[in-house]
């Protein structure tokens, strides 16, 4: 197979693009690296492109191998012709692979291994072959009666060769993906409950089907899930007739024999007994494979979207992780994440203590001047936000509060990361700290914890874990280098996921850092133990150094263009000073005088990819993208799911974007979900289209049910009443 080509029409890239790429990945470069460093190589790509095409790369590589372990093996067999070699030549799939395979590959033992084993292959050739005017089958085999082989009558015989010819149509690669398409196509998928009886919330499978086409990617996961926990049975049905048509259609002799009603008998049961349960995995696998990855990429999106949240910066945060017996535990944080008091209070226990938690919470705030309160949404949030809520109103003090998600914060609390962190706090202080963190900057908090257990995603404990965990490290990646990380406060969690920086190094820049200071250079970096060339240069260009006295430390110009960028300063009249106090202004006028960019990018020996960034950066040094989104929606005041009315409209804050709708934090601690159908008023295939993590939306009120707590809601304005 011809990969570069492969990924070219793929892709939809130019010959060119997909070459420089695949050499670039085979250099040993990082996605980001590429994705920000290399644009002038691959055509400007974007970093998700390029991890597809890594991946991509990675399976075409991989089914490269298998075909030549499958044409050694055929070979060593002495069994190849020209006709195997074009077909495995042109398999593009590693199903078509296996099926073209599939008669030479070592088997256990078959009923049609032991009727080989009897001498009976000359007759189930004899019988397939369906010559005209030939003997009826059952003549033909009382030919290979043989009581030593174990061939005690003429039936015995015909069925040992009927059992071969069934296998031999079952082993037809041209069968089998003729009928695995008719499955895809026409197959219907069916459910049916375990027991009628038995109460459970796959309650609506237990009479359902639906065609395999048509059935979306949520409701494979629920069907596979309810199997999984024995609730459900469930099977992939095919019409016997399409299945039998494709059999008759390359097995039969269209002109008859006295065999031909023999080897459609073969055939029916070679489809019965072997290709049916044998496709039917594979079309639930095919389905299942699907799911996973609809899932995996729902995940990502809604990960990317949380963890490039804008932080909320230069403020002091108190941080309540909310609970009943033991008490909600608090945490003051500075602006820069430092823990400056801990305590616990009771706000769900007696009048008493809740006076007490008012009087402890009331005189850290006037102490540290806290500006800004993060709640837990976990046990008891709603006690915890209406406590907090009543006492804003009592202090002079402008505070306000947000509740945020604390999924994996227990995870982190309990980590051995957390005890090197904070070995004077107990497991509970250290949720509370993290979640006060949450607040201030999401991304550099979040990159502690196993991206698997941040829950923004569907069904994602039922993730195959490497793939999950390839997606998400790979989505992690992206928003820290994005971001860009402060080479002097990062955390070695945040410095492990730059691109270039493993676990090992990250540790060693904080260990060089805490014995020689923080760092005055990007240079420095060179210094660092198991930090060489390479990781210097594909991580140097994400790491900040505002202590710097070069402003470009302090932007995501990488080193190597340095020079470029002095230059086009000098030649526009500038110096770094300049950048420096933000006097560039007229820079864009000036290139504009020099000729436009391109005519630039030539005087300065660069591609224009790499000047337009240099340009951007030197207007903004130090810029945050995350500065340029809408900030998060803070609170003071709160409300109570029976407040809700039909009709009633709402602020919310974006939680969880899934395949049927999403979920909105609207201030009652539980949230609503907005169905797809009521999202907007033109279709869309998915929520993602329109919807993203964190983002703050209008929604109006559908429907409330106080019971079972749920609450609908629609994005869609009411028409009003005439």
């Not at 201030?667 to 008023?681: A, K, P, R, T």
């Amino acid at each position: 197979m011809d990969i570069i080509q492969a990924l070219t029409n793929e892709f939809h890239l130019q010959k060119w693009q997909a070459e420089n790429t695949v050499k670039l990945i085979d250099e040993g470069n990082t996605i980001p690296f590429i994705a920000r460093y290399r644009k002038e190589a691959h055509g400007t790509l974007d970093d998700q492109v390029l991890r597809e095409l890594s991946e991509r790369l990675e399976y075409l590589r991989n089914l490269d191998k298998r075909r030549q372990e499958v044409y050694s093996s055929i070979e060593g067999q002495e069994k190849m012709t020209e006709q195997i070699a074009a077909a495995l030549s042109a398999a593009a799939t590693l199903a078509e692979i296996e099926d073209i395979y599939r008669p030479y590959r070592p088997k256990r033992r078959t009923r049609a291994s032991v009727a080989r084993e009897k001498g009976l292959e000359p007759l189930a050739q004899a019988i397939f072959s369906q010559q005209e005017g030939s003997a009826e089958p059952i003549v033909m085999a009382a030919e290979y009666i043989d009581e030593e082989k174990g061939v005690s009558c003429a039936q015995d015989a015909l069925q040992g060769a009927l059992d071969i010819i069934a296998e031999d149509i079952s082993d037809n690669a041209d069968i089998r993906r003729r009928i695995r398409n008719l499955f895809t196509v026409t197959g219907v998928v069916n459910c049916t409950a375990a027991d009628k009886n038995a109460e459970s919330v796959y309650t609506m499978y237990y009479e359902y089907s639906e065609p395999v086409p048509k059935i979306p990617e949520h409701r494979i996961l629920a069907i596979d899930r309810g199997e999984r926990e024995g609730f459900l049975k469930v099977s992939v049905t095919l019409d016997p007739v399409k299945a039998a048509n494709v059999i008759v259609s390359l097995t039969l002799n269209p002109k008859g024999s006295p065999c031909t009603q023999a080897v459609r008998d073969a055939g029916q049961d070679a489809y019965n007994r072997l290709i049916y349960p044998s496709i039917e995995r594979e079309i639930r696998n095919i389905l299942t494979e699907r799911a996973v990855a609809s899932a995996i990429k729902v995940f990502s999106v809604n990960l990317r979207e949380l963890l490039l949240q804008p932080p909320v910066k230069g403020k002091t945060a108190l941080g309540l992780d909310p609970g009943y017996r033991t008490g909600c535990k608090v945490a003051v944080v500075d602006p820069t994440g430092l823990v400056l008091d801990t305590g616990v209070i009771y706000v769900t226990h007696s009048d008493s203590q809740r006076e007490q938690a008012s009087e402890l919470i009331k005189r850290l705030i006037a102490k540290h001047g806290v500006e800004i309160v993060a709640i837990g949404n976990g046990t008891a949030s709603k006690e915890t936000e209406i406590f907090t809520s009543e006492l804003l109103k009592q202090i002079p003090q402008k505070v306000s509060y947000m509740v945020v998600s604390e999924a994996g914060a227990s995870v982190y609390s309990a980590s051995k990361l957390a005890a090197e962190e904070f070995p004077q706090f107990d497991v509970s202080l250290r949720s509370a700290v993290s979640i006060a963190r949450r607040l201030q900057d999401p991304l550099a908090e979040l990159v502690k914890i196993d991206p698997q257990a941040i829950g923004v995603g569907q069904y994602q404990h039922d993730m195959p874990k490497k793939e999950l965990g390839n997606a998400l490290d790979g989505v992690v990646e992206y928003c820290v280098n994005s971001v860009g990380v402060d080479l002097n406060t990062a955390s070695p969690s945040l410095l492990s996921r730059v691109a270039g920086v493993n676990s090992t190094v990250a540790k060693n820049i904080v260990s060089y850092r805490e014995a020689q200071g923080a760092f005055t250079g990007r240079a420095q970096l060179k210094k660092v133990p198991k930090l060489g060339n390479k990781a210097f240069e594909q991580s140097a260009g994400f790491l900040r150094v505002p202590e710097s006295k070069n402003v470009l430390d302090n932007t995501s110009v990488h080193p190597e263009s340095y020079d470029a960028a002095k230059a086009l300063l000098e030649l526009c009249g500038y110096s770094l000073a300049d950048v420096k106090g933000g006097k560039l202004a007229q820079l864009n006028e000036k290139i504009a005088e020099l000729g436009g960019e391109e005519e630039t990018a030539k005087k300065l020996g660069i591609g224009l990819p790499t000047l337009q960034d240099i340009i951007k950066e030197l207007l903004r040094p130090g810029r945050d993208p995350r500065d340029e989104l809408p900030p998060p929606m803070l609170r003071t005041d709160v409300m109570d799911i029976n407040d809700l009315v039909p009709g009633m409209e709402l602020l919310g804050t974006v939680r969880n974007v899934i395949d049927f709708g999403a979920f909105i934090d609207i201030g009652v601690h539980q949230d609503g979900l907005v169905h797809i159908s009521q999202i907007s008023d033109r279709y869309i295939k998915h929520p993602s289209e329109v919807l993203k993590v964190g983002e703050v939306v209008t929604v109006w009120v559908i429907s409330v049910d106080t019971a079972k707590k749920r609450i609908s809601l629609t994005m869609k304005k009411p028409k009003e009443d005439k």
